[in-house]
């Protein structure tokens, strides 16, 4: 529990009304009842103000008079909503240790503040830093390092040679460093082509469940700083991903490509290999990437769904283009001809 | 084995020609032997029935008279043989207990008749109702809830607080209560909101491999009974998901969209966030959603493939609707300004 | 470290210059230093190739006379290369055995060559050949049988009956032989449909990270040998690949669906069910195929992303094609009419 002023303070955010107020958990602006604190961010939801049950609202300065409860005033609500949950909602310390049904190998460094949880199995030469917490069923293979203060939530798999970076948390189900798609062909059959790369991931990333990160196949697959990966991605080999670039669930991107910093990529969205992106660059959901996009901006190639029966009509008239096209060029051939035809006429 | 006259009576179908008929397998029409029962739904394989090597068909009653083997009749051929396949393959039984390797905290509570596998970890709280099936490398994290009869079949997670109604069969590799995709932006970089709902999964429920089902923000994410969701699929927090909805594999829904009931999405589907998608709603395969469909219906937005050379022309096409379009004018103002012209010399 | 003279000869490559230079490691064109052999498939690198720090390049006839070090020869470089890269970095040798922390049911038939790693689950009648590796936290249900020297890397599923070929490496997170989506409609409500088929993958194929492969419904899932799956990839109940198909990530497969020969398959590309799709035929990546194609050659049907203020307008037309068919026509009868009527004014 805690006094709101003691919020404000904390979060560095300007109270409005009575500091005494006591805040015991966050929920939505709708929802809310006493001892909550919920936030409006988005003007959609405006109208709820009023009538908040909550005994706290975070919001802009512009809406604080509509306000009809204590508040945290912000230029950036949802932000300080954020801070405000996480001490409201603080990760559980946990003390460090190995369970006893994990397996660790001998040659592995383990730091006596890092937690290896049950089930867990930690290869030769791993390095596990500083409070370091290795959830139940994750494997993480030979050599690979992680950062401080990491975490593996439950069955992600670390293949081999992996560095990870200090506060990056990963979802359970995520495989990071397993072998870039890498097949040279010899007369239709394929040859594997060894990947000796690594992945490096970087300080404060977050990446979601399931989500598949390749080594590189010579160099490495690179994941920047603050990278927020969303679930059920696949990043291919040697991609370079730029500090701070959000990619939403189901992308895909294909081996090479580098993504700048500040990109957002929406849901589903699939890029080439081989292409370069460049720092704040905006494709939205679906969007297929077949080229370089270096400048700035957003970007798309998606058709939304509409009634089927519009949408049948609107194939037939694609598929009709070209006849529309060749009628429109005769049309106009015959247009210019009764022209000079009247021109002739009139110079009878 | 089964007389066919006994499969009859226990799912409730019409016998056709001779009870006595021995049932020791299911098989595909074309395929069948000596002992098999097979189905006819599909319209497709009716060529088949005349020559079937099966003992006996599922069918509709205006097949019968073509069929040359014995039968069950049947309004709905393949829900008869999904109930007759019940009988002939049912879920081997399982004695209840906790597999010497699994590690159970000694704070949940796990019901005699429920089983958990070889490697399965049980977290603090956790409460495994009446014949549950917790199977080798499922992890299943504190304080969550399953069902009645749920099985979780091999490496899946469950996530904290989740709850999972009865009868509920989720599949190797699923994740379900992972992290939400939260993200407030401080000036460029993210900083992660706290995902403090859960999942909620009603009865029946089956999940599909390595799909991934997201916990709330704030409120709970929540997949009602019945729901079929197929292998690969993400499930983004705070989605709701009608009964008897069946999602086709690789789809992805964005966070706080609610979906009917009875609503069927295509493979790879992919619906934006916070719409509202009514009940008996169906989506093509691959259809972009970006905008809510409250009523019912059939909505597409996908283009099918077709040869790469006429494809390339219908992109070109595309890109010169533009010209296209000015032609047409221009041609418009033309035979206008003709008629204009020709009008007036009638008048000259 | 081999002598290029050596690896020439393993490789069957025809030596470039010096023999006796020592090879040491593998690099890309642009990175590599002392002791490193490269290569030059790719003509967008050849400008790498007179100032490339490596001691051995791997390149095209037509190219070495511009190579400043020495090097192999060879009318596939990046198939020499797999190959020498293969001798440089072999696949570890592994002495057989079972961890002490693994679970292998008495029942099963483990070669003395084969490896059982940590927390990995062996079920009952389950055969694994000569030289097979199982790692870490991997299960195998009962009575699948996996062939000889194929690997599981790490946290891999595999489903009961499952028969997997020789030579198989299968990447983790990966899950086969679970049920397939099957599903008959009561009234509304699903019923399951038991899925009794299993999954046969043939000799040398590789399977990557989180990819998904559905049991059969009644017959079986055929993966072809050779072929070749990225992370990622939903194969649905029934589905046949022919030998060496390679299909890239995020792809997606549905029920019944065969795949010929030597086929390939861009990134995040659906098939629907049912369809029949020939040898060496290939879709680019995000194609939505929705019927057969039994011809070899190139298909296509996505829209690449561009600008969003061109996309905007580009949908915007398509949505006025009609109302330009609309005018178009109104447009031909006028001028026809014109026609008439100058025809009929000439005629004066």
New interface residues.
Partial sequence: MFRLADLAARVGAELLGDGEVRITH???IQ?ATEGAICFLANSKYRHYLPTTGASAVILRREDAAQAQVAGLISD?P??T???V??L??PVADMAGGV?A?A?VDPDARIDPSAWV???A?IGKNVELQAGVRV???C?V?DASVIGENSRL???V?I?SGTVIGKRV?I???A?IG??G??????R???????Q?GIVRVGD?V?I???T?V?RGA??DTVIGE?V?L???I?I?HNVQIGA?T?I???A?I?GSTSIGK?CTLG??V?I?GHLEIGDNVH?????????S?KEP????????????SD?????A??????S??Q??SA??K??MN??T??DAAEQD
């Fill in positions: 966050a929920d939505t929802d950036n949802y932000l909503y954020a801070r949950a996480s409201l909602y369970h049904s397996v949880g049950p089930c199995v959830g139940p069923g494997v293979e939530v439950a069955n798999t293949c948390l979802h359970p189900g495989v397993s072998d798609f890498g097949n040279a062909n010899d239709g059959a394929w040859v594997k082509v060894p000796i404060d977050e979601g469940a399931n598949t390749d010579l160099r603050g927020r969303d679930n059920q696949q291919a701070h959000a939403a669930g189901c895909g294909a500040y849901g589903g699939g080439s494709f939205s959901g679906q969007s297929l990437v077949t080229r996009f901006g957003y970007y798309s190639g998606n058709l939304p769904a509409v009634p089927n949408w049948r009509k609107t194939i008239r694609i598929r009709r283009l070209e529309v096209m009628r429109l049309l106009e015959q247009v009764q022209n035809d009247n």
